[in-house]
Nanobody, 124 residues
Framework: QVQLVESGGGLVQAGGSLRLSCAVF????????MGWFRRAPGKEREFVAA????????EFADSVKGRVTISRDNAKNTVYLQMNNLKPEDTAVYYC?????????????????WGQGTQVTASS
């Protein structure tokens, strides 16, 4: 059984930074592409960032480009999302997800495993 556990969320002032972590237990982390998604109150789940198994390719939503980086440490079975210059509109529950292959990194329905989420709140 594959389990994903997010951490690092919290409350920050607008302009602040947070680093989210997602640890993966079980499965084959070094083979998965990893993605971050978010869901704000009253909104649909949306793609934030993704990284392939070898870190060779990363993708970002237009809304976070230039403010967010994604990285992974295959030795630690962990993926990270560094978020800088946070805005109130970044407030959401953030989820990490894992998938096989490299196709459809931005499509949530193509991910195989999901974490429970961590709350990020950026206050104005």
């Amino acid at each position: 059984q594959v389990q994903l556990v997010e951490s690092g969320g919290g409350l920050v002032q607008a302009g602040g930074s947070l680093r989210l972590s997602c640890a993966v237990f079980g499965g084959s982390f070094s083979s998965y592409a990893m993605g971050w998604f978010r869901r704000a109150p009253g909104k649909e789940r949306e793609f934030v960032a993704a990284i392939t198994w070898d870190s060779g390719t990363t993708e970002f939503a237009d809304s976070v480009k230039g403010r967010v980086t994604i990285s992974r440490d295959n030795a630690k079975n962990t993926v990270y999302l560094q978020m800088n210059n946070l805005k109130p509109e970044d407030t959401a529950v953030y989820y990490c997800a894992a998938k096989w292959g490299v196709v459809g990194l931005t499509t949530p329905d193509l991910y195989d495993y999901w974490g429970q989420g961590t709350q990020v709140t950026a206050s104005s």
